[in-house]
Antibody, heavy 116, light 107 residues
Framework: QVQLVESGGGLVKPGGSLRLSCAAT????????MSWIRQAPGKGLEWVSD????????HYADSVKGRLTISRDNAKNSLYLQMNSLRVEDTAVYYC?????????WGQGTLVTVSS | EIVMTQSPATLSVSPGERATLSCRAS??????LAWYQQKPGQAPGLLIY???TRDTGIPARFSGSGSETEFTLTISSLQSEDFAIYYC?????????FGQGTKLEIK
């Protein structure tokens, strides 16, 4: 069955960097758009970024544009999110999701905490 | 950016009764609307897309309706496992945006 497993979250100081990874199994990864969606503690959901199956089409939310970079490696069935210049307001659980427009499947999430 | 507004924020319903959740878009989104369910400590899960199409394995007691700017999620006979937070989400335009959620609680 479909499995998405995120890793790479943790505690980082404002201005710092992190790289999140998402390992995908149970489906043909190279056929699907993939997305990152985040949820601040006790808050709602924000669609952060998505990437086409080939990686040629990418979207970012305005709140992260220029600081977060989505990428994928279809040979490794993996999705990534490079997070630079992190801010306190980036604190959230980051979910990897299969699909764009609708998030068909979700990982369990990885918590990123930005705090001094 | 399209703003999605859900109502009510909290809905208290008894098991076995019907629950009706509303979602409004700030501009027309045709039928480009999805509903998700999130239980405590879990990731959300897709329930409905295209305003009214249930995702694979979703029970028939869940139904969605609406178009343009007004949408409804109906749960016909609430089971204990249905008490959760429900989010609507538009995918007509990037950025795809979610409503703030409706918490469905046991009355």
């Amino acid at each position: 069955q479909v499995q998405l497993v995120e890793s790479g979250g943790g505690l980082v100081k404002p201005g710092g960097s992190l790289r999140l990874s998402c390992a995908a199994t149970g489906f043909r990864f190279s056929d699907y758009y993939m997305s990152w969606i985040r949820q601040a503690p006790g808050k709602g959901l924000e669609w952060v970024s998505d990437i086409s199956s080939s990686g040629s089409i990418i979207h970012y939310a305005d709140s992260v544009k220029g600081r977060l970079t989505i990428s994928r490696d279809n040979a490794k069935n993996s999705l990534y999110l490079q997070m630079n210049s992190l801010r306190v307001e980036d604190t959230a659980v980051y979910y990897c999701a299969r699909g764009s427009k609708t998030a068909i499947s979700w990982g369990q999430g990885t918590l990123v905490t930005v705090s001094s | 950016e399209i703003v999605m507004t859900q109502s009510p924020a909290t809905l208290s319903v008894s098991p076995g009764e019907r629950a009706t959740l509303s979602c409004r878009a700030s501009q027309s989104i045709s039928s480009k609307l999805a509903w998700y369910q999130q239980k405590p400590g879990q990731a959300p899960g897709l329930l409905i897309y295209g305003s009214s199409t249930r995702d694979t394995g979703i029970p028939a007691r869940f139904s969605g309706s609406g178009s343009e700017t007004e949408f409804t999620l109906t749960i016909s006979s609430l089971q204990s496992e249905d008490f959760a937070i429900y989010y609507c989400q538009q995918y007509d335009n990037w950025p795809y945006t979610f409503g703030q959620g409706t918490k469905l609680e046991i009355k």
